[in-house]
């Protein structure tokens, strides 16, 4: 089931991913909105599981992206 509206801080979130340029990890993510770690991961993996944000496990933790090629949504 999807919800219907987004929050504030999701709006924000992705709008942060989309703007970065790059891959961004959850503590980039939790500086940047002013909100604790464990806040941005809830956050950050809501996303990816409702499609909306992509995740890349590394060596040094997850980072999160948003593909900007309007292509690669299709895939």
């Not at 499609?51 to 900007?68: A, C, E, M, S, Y």
């Amino acid at each position: 089931m999807q919800r219907l509206e987004q929050s504030p801080i999701e709006v924000q979130t992705i709008k942060l991913l989309k703007t970065s340029g790059t891959s961004c990890s959850i503590n980039y993510i939790a500086k940047q909105l002013g909100v604790a770690w464990v806040t941005a991961r809830a956050l950050l993996l809501t996303l990816v599981i409702e499609g909306k944000v992509r995740l890349q496990k590394t060596t040094h933790g997850p980072i999160f992206w948003i593909d900007n090629d309007p292509r690669s949504a299709a895939a």
